[in-house]
C-alpha cells in the first residue's frame, strides 16, 4: 500500500492530535507508526507474514515490526519521562 495513501487514511485523526498537542505541546508526545512502518510504501505482508489483523490493527508481528523500527524512539521517550 501507498504511503500516500494511509497518510490521506489518517488524515483527520493527525490533525485532530496536532491539535491536542498544540495545547499542551509540552505534555503531549505524538508517535505516528506510519513514519516508521512505512518508506514509500506500507508493507501488508513481510517474510510471509501478515502484519495487520484488519484495516486498521497490527497484528502481532505488525506490532514488533513498527517497534523494531521505532526502539530508538521508544527508548528516548522513555528516558524523557523519567527526567
Known amino acids: 500500500m501507498l504511503r500516500e495513501t494511509v497518510e490521506q487514511a489518517n488524515a ?3 490533525g485532530l492530535l496536532r491539535d491536542v498537542q498544540t495545547k499542551w505541546p ?3 508526545t505524538i508517535f505516528r507508526p ?3 512502518f512505512c518508506d514509500s510504501a506500507c508493507p501488508v505482508v513481510k517474510d510471509g507474514v501478515w502484519l495487520y489483523f484488519n484495516a486498521g490493527h497490527f497484528s502481532v508481528a505488525g506490532s514488533l515490526y ?3 523500527r521505532s526502539e ?3 527508548l528516548s521517550f522513555l528516558k524523557a519521562s523519567r527526567e
Request: net charge negative; no cysteine; charged share 35%.
Open 66 to 68: 513498527v517497534v523494531s
Open 26 to 28: 509540552d505534555k503531549i
Open 12 to 14: 483527520s485523526i493527525d
Open 34 to 36: 506510519v513514519e516508521h
Open 72 to 74: 530508538n524512539e521508544f
